[in-house]
């Protein structure tokens, strides 16, 4: 079974602090995709980042940054320095080849709302 | 600017009437997907096609009916048997339906029914 579990419900900083979003998924396959996207109260989704199964190095994009590891099935996120404007619910999600008959279909997670504070 | 419409909004309805949500993309996507979100929940799959003329029932279709008879437009129709329609429903699409395309997502709309 394809499985996304993000354990924090909500996260609450002040800003210029850093905070990770964790993610953790399950599946038997070999070959996938994970992905974040942003929510942020305007209510569309925005992409993030797409990994591949195969390709474990971690990405730096300015503040955002993203810590793939299969041996544990995660594939957290951190925002460093964060600032109001990244308050937001964030969404990991896994895509499988196959899954249900056809591909691309996207495995969410329930979400993590991180808060910024001034 | 490219991108996907969703209209309107928020949609308010009575209880045992079909309502319609609109979804537009001038992306040139091949796939288009329907989601449903509820508060505290992450998306679940309603309905996705891969191509005009096609389309198959996602995690939770019951309820839902759909059709794609252009390449740019993928309306949802919310019948009288979906049990619990109040929720906030997205769309989206992708160049073509694969595990490794990101989606994009349109704004949403928030449909309530009393």
Known sequence: AQKVTQ???????????????????????????????KQPPSGELVFLIRRNSFDEQNEIS??????????????????????????????????VPDYGGSQGNLIFGKGTKLSVKP | DGGITQSPKYLFRKEGQNVTLSC???????????????????????????????????????????????KESFPLTVTSAQKNP??????????????????YFGPG??????
Not at chain 1, 7 to 36: G, H, M, N, P
């Open chain 1, 7 to 37: 354990a924090q419900t909500e996260i609450s900083v002040v800003e210029k602090e850093d905070v990770t979003l964790d993610c953790v998924y399950e599946t038997r396959d070999t070959t996938y995709y994970l992905f974040w996207y």
């Open chain 2, 24 to 70: 537009e993309q001038n992306l040139n996507h091949d796939a288009m997907y329907w989601y449903r979100q509820d508060p505290g929940q992450g998306l679940r799959l309603i309905y996705y096609s891969q191509i005009v003329n096609d389309f198959q029932k996602g995690d939770i279709a019951e309820g839902y009916s759909v059709s794609r008879e252009k």
């Open chain 1, 62 to 95: 300015g503040r955002y940054s993203w810590n793939f590891q299969k041996s544990t099935s995660s594939f957290n996120f951190t925002i460093t320095a964060s600032q109001v404007v990244d308050s937001a619910v964030y969404f990991c999600a896994l895509s």
């Open chain 2, 86 to 103: 109040t929720a906030f429903y997205l769309c989206a699409s992708s160049i073509v339906s694969g595990p490794s395309y990101e989606q």
């Open chain 2, 109 to 114: 709309t928030r449909l309530t029914v009393t």
